[in-house]
């Protein structure tokens, strides 16, 4: 389930784009050479940057972990970028298998290997929409098939709100998502910040002004805000590996916030 025949001119390969960056520093090969280009470069200013995104990765399936083992069984992921195994959905219904997933993200590219890779899998669905729109993701068609809002909804937003800028006012986007959702519902977030970076990132945010969404890095404070409306559980907000790490992980303190919380 998902949206389909994305124009060709939608499709812009010759700028980097931060989900294919993102592929690249996982190890996948979903990305253009201007995409390697960029994220080496980032590498250059921020070589633990693809360890950052590796942990950032763990730290989501060990949130939706939390979020299936809690009983919530339906999941709204935005700005999921190119689809990498386990994904989402794979580690949800792992723990309950009707768990319904819809994602979102607003680069054709991604829609194009979700359709690839989600057709066929039940209670699963992709749609074309973008994050600084949060009411037409809660009117897509596709989201409301899968998505009963009358019953708790996990939210996730992963990497993704550090591409918003303030202008663009990152803080209600988030409320008007949270006031969708019923209690007992969850918000999952992660976002980039100088705070525990331990490098100079200034270069950094430089290379993704160049990409077709720039970088916005924030304070645990301005972090904290997000989650407004919302009971942050243990341990609270706190760097990514610091969440609910596996027994004997290694606790490095890379430059993401990372934390959940249900709606009170």
Same mark, same amino acid.
């Given at each position: 389930?998902?949206?389909?025949?994305?124009?060709?001119?939608?499709?812009?390969?010759?700028?980097? +784009?931060?989900?294919?960056?993102?592929?690249?520093?996982?190890?996948?090969?979903?990305?253009?050479?201007?995409?390697?280009?960029?994220?080496?470069?980032?590498?250059?200013?921020?070589?633990?940057?693809?360890?950052? %995104?590796?942990?950032?990765?763990?730290?989501?399936?060990?949130?939706?972990?939390?979020?299936?083992?809690?009983?919530? @069984?339906?999941?709204?992921?935005?700005?999921?970028? %190119?689809?990498? /195994?386990?994904?989402?959905?794979?580690?949800?219904?792992?723990?309950?298998?009707?768990?319904?997933? $819809?994602?979102?993200?607003?680069?054709? *590219?991604?829609?194009? @290997?979700?359709?690839?890779?989600?057709?066929?899998?039940?209670?699963?669905?992709? =749609?074309?929409?973008?994050?600084?729109?949060?009411?037409?993701?809660?009117?897509?068609?596709?989201?409301?098939?899968? *998505?009963?809002?009358?019953?708790?909804? $996990?939210?996730?937003?992963?990497?993704?709100? @550090?591409?918003?800028?303030?202008?663009?006012?990152?803080?209600?986007?988030?409320?008007?998502?949270?006031?969708?959702?019923?209690?007992?519902?969850?918000?999952?977030?992660? +976002?980039?910040?100088?705070?525990?970076?331990?490098?100079?990132? /200034?270069?950094?945010?430089?290379?993704?002004?160049?990409?077709?969404?720039?970088?916005?890095?924030?304070?645990?404070?301005?972090?904290?805000?997000?989650?407004?409306?919302?009971?942050?559980?243990?341990?609270?907000?706190?760097?990514?590996?610091?969440?609910?790490?596996?027994?004997?992980?290694? *606790?490095?303190?890379?430059?993401?916030?990372?934390?959940? =919380?249900?709606?009170?």
């Amino acid at each position: 389930m998902s949206d389909r025949g994305f124009p060709a001119d939608q499709i812009d390969t010759g700028r980097p +784009h931060p989900a294919r960056m993102y592929d690249y520093w996982l190890g996948g090969r979903d990305n253009y050479e201007v995409d390697r280009d960029a994220a080496e470069r980032v590498l250059s200013t921020l070589p633990r940057m693809r360890d950052a %995104i590796r942990e950032n990765r763990a730290f989501l399936r060990r949130a939706v972990r939390a979020v299936a083992e809690s009983g919530v @069984h339906q999941i709204i992921d935005i700005g999921t970028g %190119i689809p990498t /195994s386990p994904n989402t959905h794979e580690v949800a219904q792992g723990i309950a298998p009707r768990t319904r997933v $819809a994602y979102i993200d607003n680069d054709p *590219i991604v829609g194009v @290997h979700a359709n690839a890779r989600l057709t066929g899998t039940p209670n699963t669905g992709f =749609a074309l929409a973008d994050l600084r729109d949060p009411r037409g993701i809660l009117n897509h068609p596709i989201v409301n098939s899968l *998505i009963d809002f009358e019953q708790p909804v $996990a939210l996730l937003l992963v990497a993704v709100l @550090h591409f918003v800028t303030d202008q663009e006012q990152p803080e209600q986007i988030v409320a008007v998502l949270r006031d969708a959702l019923p209690p007992g519902s969850w918000l999952v977030l992660t +976002h980039g910040t100088n705070d525990t970076a331990g490098n100079d990132t /200034s270069d950094a945010v430089k290379i993704y002004q160049e990409t077709t969404a720039t970088l916005n890095l924030r304070p645990r404070d301005r972090v904290l805000g997000f989650f407004d409306g919302f009971d942050l559980v243990e341990p609270g907000l706190v760097t990514i590996s610091e969440w609910r790490p596996e027994p004997g992980a290694e *606790i490095t303190r890379y430059g993401i916030y990372g934390g959940a =919380a249900r709606k009170l």
